[in-house]
């Protein structure tokens, strides 16, 4: 049975590690981290706090490009937020990063120690439907949600892809066929509602619109982020 979650509601401890898992955080991590692979950033360590950023830093050293955000905007003394539109390859080709969001980083933590851990968003949905299908055993989704509650925009990502990926033999969960649901009430208008969430309108507010538009783009790249030796890294193209 393929499961979603939210992560308000919690992730079961018994879930078996060799399931495939995507995550997904559209507004804006997510979105975020492909961009930076996109633009050639090595790898990514994600941090579930700034305690923790600062502790990785100091382990890794070298030139590090630290990314992050709190409540939208970036964290003081950080080289860049958490704008996909900030992630240019003139800052971030070829150094490693560390990121630390409010939500995105968060959930990646909690399946640290899971195998088959991928990135998921609307602008690597083909790459995301194709990195599960690699796999035999059902797969689990998670949405990122805001601050601990639900969003529109994450469990609407989720019921496309989940759309895109089922068959008819794949069993889905209650949250998994409502997410689906969403999607086809919405008759093609999910970009929109995606768009008018709450996170959606939040971000307009602080002068972050453009940044909508861009994690709103289907299929801008051919590639998923993975986790790979614990940090998140380029997979496969298309």
């Known amino acids: ?24 955080d559209i507004f804006r991590a997510s979105t975020s981290m492909t961009a930076a692979l996109a633009a050639g950033a090595r790898e990514i360590h994600v941090a579930g706090s700034r305690a923790e950023a ?60 899971f195998e088959n851990v991928a990135v998921g968003s609307f602008v690597s949905l083909t790459a995301t439907v194709d990195f599960l299908s ?16 639900f969003s529109a925009e994450d469990t609407l990502a989720a019921g496309l892809t989940i ?35 709450y996170h959606g309108r939040y971000l307009a507010t602080i002068d972050l619109a453009e940044d909508l538009d861009y994690c709103l783009t289907i299929d801008k790249f051919d590639f998923i982020p993975i986790k790979k030796n614990d940090v998140i890294v380029r997979g496969g193209t298309i």
């Not at 080289?79 to 990121?99: T, Y």
């Not at 690699?134 to 509650?149: M, V």
């Not at 759309?163 to 929109?192: K, M």
């Open 1 to 24: 049975m393929l499961e979603l979650y939210n992560i308000q509601a919690g992730i079961p401890d018994n879930l078996d590690r060799q399931r495939p898992v995507v995550v997904i």
């Open 54 to 113: 600062d502790s990785l830093k100091e382990k890794i050293g070298g030139d590090i490009v630290m990314a992050g955000e709190r409540s939208g905007l970036k964290i003081k003394g950080y080289d860049l937020g958490n704008s996909p539109r900030e992630m240019k390859p003139e800052i971030v080709a070829g150094h490693p990063m560390i990121f630390n969001s409010t939500n995105g980083t968060k959930l990646l933590r909690r399946f640290e120690k």
């Open 134 to 149: 690699q796999f035999e055993s059902d797969p689990i989704i998670c949405c990122a949600g805001r601050e601990g509650t």
């Open 163 to 197: 759309s895109r990926f089922r068959n008819n033999s794949l069993e889905l969960d209650d949250a998994a066929e409502f997410a689906c649901r969403q999607v086809d009430l919405s008759e093609g208008r999910w970009l929109e509602w995606a768009r008018n969430s």
